[in-house]
């Protein structure tokens, strides 16, 4: 089990947090305020798994900020589906730059991530998935997803 | 043991010491017999060069001249010297010129000895040279032989005294020396062997006719009295005459006997004391080890609170401090197996009213089916699902609070109660969520939380009326022909609101759904597409959906559905623990158009 990890870069008021790991119970935020930060990058790419004693601590941290513009990057799975059932988890004053969207092959088993840029595959109520994604071997691949319920956090339908 | 290997290294020790004792005695008589053959062979030597002077003045004047008168005092030992000459008319010798110190003393001497003559003479031609004391004491006779061209040899004799050699013979004591002549004549020696031959006593090899004379060398013998002794020897050089020592080799290794008497008893003192220490010891550690075992056999009845006193700081007293340590150990893991045990016992007592906190697995409510599944990842859970009816509506409960176990059980405890009671004040979903935040809430303050679905649903209008806080959004699967696929499922997620405890004063929405005959509803925590393999794999959201998708579409009921679900995930899970509590229930709205909702509805466990 790999333990929850973060790495901080502030340049100015602009903060950069990349996270990884699990978040659980023992995931400490504290040394993460947000304060003083007017603009806020949270890089998701290597969070593995997060529980529900996660979430309410992630909803306890992320709910303390008050003035910083928030960005969430690079967004796997495992994140979009708590922004897409818990309220709180994405506030109203964060946004999401970037998310994974997984991607599979049913006969040959072959999975793949896409990352969904905001402004190029996605912008506010829409999704422009790329028009076609295809595995090593060539394979069209589909989304391996429920969309409407996958998507509901850009409140757009495919 | 070890004093029987003590006992064998003496054996070997001694014998090296005395391998090493006999050498040296060897070397060391044999040093003093060759010293002694040594000194007789230097007096003799120079008594013979002494005489050549006079024999050839002899030679020169027929009779011995005033100067060999004067060589004659050059040497105290030399007392006389008489030319024996041939005599035709006796047919043998007669004494001719004498030389002599003390007159007449040759002529004294010759009428005791004239008798030994003859033997002596028979030596004489044999060996060219014979030294003899034909009276056993310290006058010696060297009679020599000397070629004539004409006529027989003459015969020199010498008459001379060896007192102060002679002198160191006499003294009998542990070493012996003996002047002998080949034949084993003992001629300087003890008293009492005077005269005796030497092999009469003691049976040297050396002396063997067939063995050439001369030479030294060392023998260890036998006596006739089974005395061993050590025997050297060396040739004196002069006739046939061998210097002899001998010593018992009782006494040549007294000392041996002395260190094997003083090691025997060094050896009997050190067992002893070997022996009375181990004695001393094996009482002490037989004394510690009892105790030892008696304390064991305390923890052996269960009274683990024993104690062995450490009286020694040595592997016994550090073996009696980690039985201490041990029995402590073992007193602290019985008290704590106890309190396992009533916890654990507490557990399954909370476990059973846990149970009654769900509601029968299958109901039926007219054309409504319901069937569900709860299985808590241990004893007890923090997921809550419910049914309930109250007048023509059916409230459908399903929960999941942060975490699972006891904690999360308890929440889940009072959850149950409070939405009893508010199933009773007929509110709505929104409201029902927003009382029970309020009471989660005070009850947890913001520890725990709870996710949340709760749908009111019209048996007679199929009308739902929803409220989803923050909980996985129920599959709604509308009435259709043929199968269902992936994108038939619809979502009851119309409304989000904040799990229940999060913020005591959270607001909730509500949602209200149209459901036909036939439609299906799906209700779910999120522990079914983290259920788990062998390999700690999940079975994920694809795979979960397509395990759905196939049970409802290879099933004519509800509950058969919700049974072949199950067993799509069990051969998934192949008994691996859950990972988290594991809830779901199916809702179906039979397409029986024109059956009449009674009151009879059938509830079945």
């Known amino acids: 089990?790999?333990?929850?990890?973060?790495?901080?870069?502030?340049?100015?008021?602009?903060?950069?947090?990349?996270?990884?790991?699990?978040?659980?119970?023992?995931?400490?935020?504290?040394?993460?305020?947000?304060?003083?930060?007017?603009?806020?990058?949270?890089?998701?790419?290597?969070?593995?798994?997060?529980?529900?004693?996660?979430?309410?601590?992630?909803?306890?941290?992320?709910?303390?900020?008050?003035?910083?513009?928030?960005?969430?990057?690079?967004?796997?799975?495992?994140?979009?589906?708590?922004?897409?059932?818990?309220?709180?988890?994405?506030?109203?004053?964060?946004?999401?730059?970037?998310?994974?969207?997984?991607?599979y092959h049913e006969d040959s088993g072959s999975e793949k991530n896409i990352l969904f840029r905001y402004g190029v595959e996605f912008k506010e109520g829409q999704i422009q998935p790329p028009t076609e994604v295809k595995d090593e071997s060539g394979n069209p691949m589909e989304m391996d997803i429920i969309e409407s319920k996958y998507f509901k956090f850009i409140k757009a339908k495919v | 043991m070890p004093a029987a290997a003590l006992m064998a290294y003496l054996a070997i020790a001694l014998k090296v010491f005395k391998d090493d004792k006999v050498a040296y005695?060897?070397?060391?008589?044999?040093?003093?017999?060759?010293?002694?053959?040594?000194?007789?062979?230097?007096?003799l030597d120079n008594i013979v060069k002494l005489t050549q002077p006079i024999l050839v003045?002899?030679?020169?004047?027929?009779?011995?001249?005033?100067?060999?008168?004067?060589?004659?005092?050059?040497?105290?030992?030399?007392?006389?010297?008489?030319?024996?000459?041939?005599?035709?008319?006796?047919?043998?010798?007669?004494?001719?010129?004498?030389?002599?110190?003390?007159?007449?003393?040759?002529?004294?001497?010759?009428?005791?000895?004239?008798?030994?003559?003859?033997?002596?003479?028979?030596?004489?031609?044999?060996?060219?040279?014979v030294v003899t004391n034909p009276f056993l004491d310290d006058r010696f006779t060297l009679v020599q032989k000397i070629e004539r061209p004409n006529g027989r040899p003459l015969l020199v004799v010498l008459l001379f005294q060896l007192s102060d050699f002679s002198q160191q013979f006499q003294t009998l004591s542990a070493q012996n020396f003996f002047l002998i002549q080949k034949d084993g004549k003992i001629l300087l020696g003890p008293e009492t062997y005077l005269g005796q031959n030497l092999k009469d006593s003691l049976p040297v090899r050396f002396l063997d006719l067939n063995r050439q004379a001369g030479g030294s060398g060392v023998e260890t013998i036998t006596d006739k009295k089974d005395v061993n002794r050590l025997v050297s020897y060396a040739s004196v050089g002069w006739g046939d005459l061998y210097v002899v020592s001998t010593v018992t080799e009782a006494n040549a290794l007294g000392a041996v006997e002395i260190l094997k008497r003083k090691s025997l008893l060094f050896l009997i003192v050190l067992i002893s004391a070997t022996t009375i220490l181990s004695l001393f010891a094996s009482s002490s550690i037989t004394h510690a080890l009892t105790k030892l075992f008696e304390a064991t056999g305390e923890i052996s009845k269960g009274h683990f609170d024993v104690k062995v006193e450490v009286e020694s700081s040595d592997e016994v007293g550090a073996l009696a401090e980690n039985f201490n340590k041990m029995a402590a150990e073992v007193s602290r893991l019985v008290v704590q197996t106890a309190e396992k045990a009533r916890m654990q016992g507490e557990l399954?007592?909370?476990?059973?009213?846990?149970?009654?906190?769900?509601?029968?697995?299958?109901?039926?409510?007219?054309?409504?089916?319901?069937?569900?599944?709860?299985?808590?990842?241990?004893?007890?859970?923090?997921?809550?699902?419910?049914?309930?009816?109250?007048?023509?509506?059916?409230?459908?409960?399903?929960?999941?609070?942060?975490g699972h176990g006891a904690g999360a059980a308890l929440i889940t405890s009072a959850a149950k109660s409070?939405?009893?009671?508010?199933?009773?004040?007929?509110?709505?979903?929104?409201n029902a969520l927003q009382a029970l935040n309020k009471s989660i809430y005070d009850v947890s303050r913001g520890k725990v939380m709870m996710t949340f679905f709760l749908g009111k649903l019209n048996i007679k209008t199929y009308e739902m009326v929803y409220c989803n806080a923050?909980?996985?959004?129920?599959?709604?699967?509308?009435?259709?022909?043929?199968?269902?696929?992936?994108?038939?499922?619809?979502?009851?997620?119309?409304?989000?609101?904040?799990?229940?405890?999060?913020?005591?004063?959270?607001?909730?929405?509500?949602?209200?759904?149209?459901?036909?005959?036939?439609?299906?509803?799906?209700?779910?925590?999120?522990?079914?597409?983290?259920?788990?393999?062998?390999?700690?794999?999940?079975?994920?959201?694809?795979?979960?959906?397509?395990?759905?998708?196939?049970?409802?579409?290879?099933?004519?009921?509800?509950?058969?559905?919700l049974s072949h679900f199950c067993e799509s995930f069990q051969v998934y899970r192949q008994g691996t623990t859950l990972a988290d509590d594991l809830t779901f229930f199916i809702v179906k709205n039979k397409e029986d158009k024109n059956r009449e909702v009674s009151s009879n509805e059938q509830v079945s466990m």
């Open chain 2, 57 to 129: 003045d002899l030679a020169q004047y027929q009779d011995f001249s005033r100067l060999s008168r004067a060589f004659l005092q050059f040497d105290s030992s030399l007392q006389s010297m008489a030319i024996m000459v041939w005599d035709d008319t006796t047919g043998g010798y007669k004494v001719g010129p004498v030389l002599e110190k003390e007159a007449y003393g040759f002529e004294k001497f010759w009428t005791q000895w004239k008798d030994q003559w003859n033997p002596s003479l028979v030596q004489l031609f044999m060996n060219q040279t």
């Open chain 2, 348 to 402: 399954e007592t909370a476990r059973m009213v846990q149970e009654t906190l769900f509601p029968p697995p299958r109901a039926d409510f007219g054309s409504l089916e319901i069937a569900g599944f709860y299985e808590p990842a241990s004893e007890v859970g923090g997921d809550w699902w419910s049914y309930t009816r109250i007048g023509d509506h059916v409230y459908l409960w399903i929960g999941d609070a942060t």
């Open chain 2, 470 to 561: 923050s909980h996985e959004a129920p599959f709604l699967f509308k009435s259709k022909d043929g199968p269902y696929k992936k994108k038939d499922i619809e979502f009851l997620d119309q409304n989000n609101n904040p799990r229940l405890g999060q913020g005591r004063d959270s607001e909730y929405t509500e949602t209200t759904l149209q459901l036909s005959e036939g439609d299906l509803l799906f209700f779910y925590t999120d522990g079914v597409p983290d259920i788990r393999n062998p390999k700690n794999e999940a079975w994920g959201e694809r795979e979960f959906i397509k395990g759905l998708l196939t049970s409802l579409n290879t099933s004519p009921s509800s509950h058969e559905a």
């Open chain 1, 1 to 103: 089990m790999s333990k929850f990890q973060c790495k901080v870069d502030r340049q100015g008021q602009k903060l950069t947090l990349q996270l990884g790991g699990i978040i659980d119970e023992d995931a400490d935020f504290a040394p993460l305020a947000l304060q003083g930060a007017q603009e806020v990058q949270i890089d998701l790419d290597a969070i593995k798994s997060i529980n529900s004693c996660g979430i309410r601590e992630w909803i306890k941290w992320i709910g303390a900020n008050s003035t910083a513009k928030v960005v969430y990057a690079k967004c796997p799975k495992v994140i979009v589906d708590q922004m897409n059932m818990v309220d709180g988890f994405l506030p109203a004053f964060a946004k999401v730059e970037s998310f994974y969207v997984p991607y």
């Open chain 2, 25 to 43: 005695v060897f070397d060391t008589t044999s040093q003093m017999s060759s010293s002694i053959a040594g000194q007789l062979k230097t007096r």
């Open chain 2, 418 to 430: 409070a939405a009893g009671l508010i199933e009773t004040l007929g509110f709505s979903p929104a």
